[in-house]
């Protein structure tokens, strides 16, 4: 069986502004945790040439997608599909290793906290594949099909989620046979997403609650939820 590269790939364009310092330092957590994984940085220069120079079919879709948010979640999938080992963005904090939840698995991501309801809800956050792995595959033929492209959405987040963000993951993985889903590992969110978006938020203001606390005891890692691209107009 394939393994998952060692490999992290963390993005920031540097379109909207040098990456923070809270995020430069959550991206040392990783590097801290995973000493003998190569831990690759991604630029808009970078990001655009591997587009051209290993997608070029794609570059049409990629370049006119209405909103930069849409370029940074499809350009993650194409670095799993081709390169493979483990995407997370900068607003993720690493708390110990998760090799030991890896092993045997070729294609992860992360559930969220109280998923109810028919699906089950997870992102694009966090995730972990082998190169060419079947479900990657048809993430990218969906996100870069010309129908992404048509305006079907009242706005700007129902956009991104729909056509590169989780909501369209969600869809493509309703689509699969019981058997492809056995492929697909859904970490469970005590392990990766031990909080709410609003309790993240508590968690980064500084509230003291025990409770949340707690819900570190069997955390890997923690999505602190900070949605840069929602604040930016492009």
Same mark, same amino acid.
């Given at each position: 069986m394939q393994k998952i590269p060692k490999i992290i790939h963390q993005i920031w364009s540097g379109v909207d502004g040098p990456l923070p310092k809270e995020f430069k330092t959550l991206g040392e957590t990783w590097k801290r945790d995973y000493p003998d994984w190569e831990y690759c940085y991604w630029d808009n220069k970078k990001m655009i040439e591997f587009v051209k120079s290993e997608y070029p079919e794609h570059w049409y879709v990629y370049q006119k997608y209405p909103f930069n948010v849409q370029r940074w979640d499809a350009i993650r999938y194409l670095i799993l599909e081709k390169i493979g080992g483990m995407y997370v963005d900068f607003d993720y904090e690493s708390m110990r290793s998760m090799e030991e939840i890896l092993d045997n698995k070729t294609c992860c991501f992360?559930?969220?906290?109280?998923?109810?309801?028919?699906?089950?809800?997870?992102?694009?956050?966090?995730?972990?594949?082998?190169?060419?792995?079947?479900?990657?595959?048809?993430?990218?033929?969906?996100?870069?099909?010309?129908? =992404? $492209?048509? +305006?079907?959405?009242?706005?700007?987040?129902?956009? *991104?989620?729909?056509?590169?963000?989780?909501?369209?993951?969600?869809?493509?993985?309703? =689509? $699969?046979? +019981?058997?492809?889903?056995?492929?697909?590992?859904? *970490?469970?969110?005590?392990?990766v997403s031990p909080f709410t978006g609003l309790e993240a938020e508590e968690i980064r203001l500084g509230v003291e609650n025990q409770e949340l606390e707690d819900c570190l005891d069997d955390a890997y890692a923690v999505h602190y939820y900070v949605s840069n691209w929602a604040k930016t107009n492009n």
């Open positions: 992360s559930l969220e906290k109280d998923a109810g309801g028919l699906f089950r809800v997870f992102n694009n956050a966090m995730m972990m594949s082998t190169p060419n792995h079947p479900f990657m595959h048809k993430i990218v033929k969906f996100v870069f099909s010309r129908t =992404t $492209l048509i +305006p079907q959405y009242t706005s700007k987040n129902l956009t *991104i989620f729909n056509t590169t963000g989780p909501y369209a993951l969600i869809r493509l993985y309703e =689509t $699969l046979t +019981p058997t492809e889903k056995q492929d697909v590992y859904l *970490i469970p969110a005590h392990f």
